[in-house]
C-alpha cells in the first residue's frame, strides 16, 4: 500500500474564540484564535476544533445508540429506508450504499442513518419506535442544536475577518438546514479496499461540516499538491472543514477540500486480514435551501473579480445528491477533474 503522511492541522480553541469579556466585547484572545481560524481554513480547508460545545461523553454516548441502531437487522433498518417521497431526500434515514445501491461494486463501504431538523412538519425525519432508538432521537436532537451553535459563532468569526458584522451570514442558515449523518463503516477483509473506499474522493457541498470519529482511523485530506495525507483523530477535537458553498462565498479564498475514507493506517493488507469497523458522526451544515450563494462584494474587486456565477443553495445541494444516489458513492464536484489515480481514489475504483 502507498504511504501517505500525516497532515498537520490547527488545532483551534472553540472556547477561545468564542469568549467575551464581562462587557461583551471580545478578548485579544478571541480574537487571534478567530483569525487564526481563518487562516487555517484558507491554508486547507480544514482544521481540528477543539472543545466545540460538544464534549467527548456527549459524543461516545452518541456512539453508543449508533452502534446498537447498525447491529439491528436489515429489515429493520430498511423499514426506515431513505427513499425521495419518504421526505427531504434519500438519504434521510437508512442509507446502505453497499448494499442497496444501484452499483454495489464500486459503492461506499458504509450504512449511515441520516436527519435534518426534527420539528420539519412537513418531511419529517423518518425514526424506528423502540426504547433505544427515541434515545437515539433525543440525544441526536440536542446535537442537532449545539453544532447549530457552533456554525454560527463559526460563520460571525469568519464574517468579521473579512470586515463584515458578525451575523452577517447568519440569515442564510436560520432555517436550520442542516443534516447529520452518523456513519457506520462495516468490518471488512482488508480485500475489500483493493478497489473501492469506505467514502470515495469528495468535497462537502454544504456551508461547514463538523465531523467526529471513533479511535479507527482512515480519513484523508488531499493536499495542494494533490497527494492525500490522513487526518488521525484527536480527543475532544471535531474536524472542521469548509464546504462547497462556503468556498463560494468567499470566492474560493476558503477551500472545499477534496477528502475520503480508506483502509485505516497501519492495517494488514494481507486480502484475508480483518479490517475492524469504524463509526463517525458528520454535522452537515447547510445554507437555507432558496439561499443566492455569491462571492461576497467584500472579497470583490477589479483585481480579484468573482470565480463564480450566483447559485441557489439547494440547487447545488439537488445536484450533488443525485450525483451520489446514482453512484452510490461520493463523487466531487466536477467529478471527471479527479486526476489522482491512487489505488483507493474514485477513478481506480470506477474505471
Ligand atoms: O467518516 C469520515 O471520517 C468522513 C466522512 C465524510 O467525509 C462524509 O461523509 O462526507
Ligand atoms: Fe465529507
Request: with cysteine.
Amino acid at each position: 500500500m502507498t504511504s501517505f503522511g500525516k497532515m498537520d492541522l490547527s488545532i483551534i480553541d472553540y472556547q477561545a474564540l468564542a469568549s467575551k469579556d464581562a462587557q461583551s466585547t471580545r478578548t485579544p484572545l478571541s480574537l487571534k484564535e478567530r483569525s487564526r481560524l481563518y487562516s487555517a481554513l484558507k491554508d486547507t480547508g480544514f482544521a481540528y476544533l477543539k472543545h466545540p460545545r460538544i464534549n467527548q461523553a456527549t459524543i461516545d454516548c452518541l456512539f453508543g445508540h449508533t452502534k446498537k441502531f447498525f447491529a439491528k437487522p436489515l429489515e429493520e433498518k430498511i423499514k426506515i429506508k431513505g427513499e425521495l417521497e419518504k421526505g427531504r431526500g434519500p438519504s434521510q434515514g437508512y442509507s446502505n450504499p453497499a448494499k442497496l445501491a444501484q452499483d454495489p461494486k464500486t459503492s461506499d463501504l458504509k450504512e449511515f442513518f441520516g436527519m435534518y431538523y426534527d420539528e420539519d412538519t412537513e418531511k419529517p425525519n423518518q425514526w424506528l419506535e423502540d426504547e433505544g432508538s427515541k434515545a437515539m432521537r433525543k440525544d441526536l436532537v440536542a446535537f442537532f442544536e449545539s453544532c447549530h451553535i457552533v456554525i454560527l459563532e463559526l460563520l460571525s468569526a469568519l464574517a468579521e475577518e473579512v470586515g463584515l458584522p458578525p451575523e452577517a451570514l447568519h440569515p442564510y442558515v436560520a432555517e436550520k438546514n442542516h443534516f447529520i449523518a452518523c456513519l457506520h463503516y462495516p468490518g471488512t477483509k482488508a480485500d475489500a479496499f483493493q478497489f473501492r473506499t469506505r467514502a470515495a474522493a469528495h468535497t462537502d457541498y454544504g456551508c461547514l461540516t463538523l465531523l467526529f470519529n471513533d479511535s479507527k482511523e482512515g480519513l484523508q485530506v488531499m493536499t495542494r499538491n494533490g497527494t492525500y495525507e490522513y487526518v488521525p483523530r484527536i480527543d475532544d477535537c471535531a474536524v472542521l472543514n469548509v464546504g462547497d458553498l462556503t468556498s463560494r462565498f468567499f470566492n474560493g479564498i476558503l477551500p472545499s477540500t477534496v477528502h475520503r475514507v480508506v483502509q485505516p493506517p497501519s492495517t494488514s493488507t494481507d486480502p484475508n486480514a480483518e479490517i475492524p469497523s469504524r463509526y463517525s458522526l458528520a454535522f452537515f451544515g447547510h445554507y437555507n435551501l432558496s439561499t443566492l450563494v455569491k462571492p461576497l462584494d467584500a472579497l470583490v474587486s477589479e483585481s480579484s473579480p468573482a470565480k463564480f456565477e450566483p447559485i441557489e443553495a439547494g440547487e447545488h445541494v439537488k445536484a450533488r445528491v443525485r450525483q451520489l444516489h446514482v453512484a452510490g458513492h461520493s463523487l466531487r464536484e466536477n467529478s471527471g477533474s479527479v486526476v489522482q489515480s491512487q489505488p483507493n481514489s474514485v477513478v481506480s475504483a470506477s474505471a
